[in-house]
């Protein structure tokens, strides 16, 4: 009974003492307490420009309730193409988006809309590849055998069968954007 008491009352705390494990194979992952709170403040300071050039913030309108949901996340360039990997499997932010047919917004201070297509699982251990070096990572950096670790459970050079053992837990998405309207 101490024992779980005392593992309920930590796990509010985990993403800030200790690292989150996302390598299960459940089909939902959720974030953090302290990561679901600072959301709206990182996706306030990538819309002004202030994260990594990687860092884009997706709007799209909750499933349930039609508001818009602001999720800062990762953009993923590989094959002239864009993309979005969800870390943790079958998220939020990925059922919005399937409930809204892909129809989405995306950007940094200047968003647009856009159409996401979630991609076969055969052809995303590339991405998820180009996800683990974005950004000119090193193989044997820190950040990288720590990402790759925590999030997808492999190494940091994983190998084709690795990431495609993997690849069904992670969805992604390629980002189609929509042609800006000229002024008529």
């Known amino acids: 009974m101490c024992a779980d008491y005392e593992r309920r009352d930590t796990r509010h705390l985990a993403g800030v003492i200790g690292p989150v494990d996302y390598t299960g194979s459940t089909g939902y992952r959720p974030p953090p307490w302290l990561y ?57 932010w990925v059922r919005n988006t399937r409930a809204a047919a892909g129809h989405v917004v ?14 076969p699982a055969t052809e995303r251990p590339q991405v ?14 820190w950040s990288k055998a720590s990402e790759a670790r925590r999030y997808f459970g492999v190494s940091t050079e994983p190998s084709a069968e690795d990431l495609a053992r993997i690849s069904r837990r992670y969805p992604v998405f390629r980002i189609d954007y929509q042609a800006p309207r000229s002024g008529t």
């Open 36 to 92: 679901r709170r600072l959301q709206p403040i990182a996706a306030a300071l990538t819309s002004v420009g202030m994260s990594t050039e990687y860092a884009v913030v997706l709007e799209v309108p909750g499933r349930r309730s039609g508001i818009i949901r602001r999720t800062n996340l990762v953009r993923i360039e590989y094959g002239g193409r864009h993309y979005l990997v969800s870390l943790a499997g079958e998220s939020e």
């Open 106 to 119: 995306v950007g940094r201070r200047e968003r647009r809309s856009a159409t996401l297509t979630e991609i």
């Open 128 to 141: 998820i590849r180009a996800y683990l070096t974005r950004a000119g990572r090193k193989a044997r950096s």
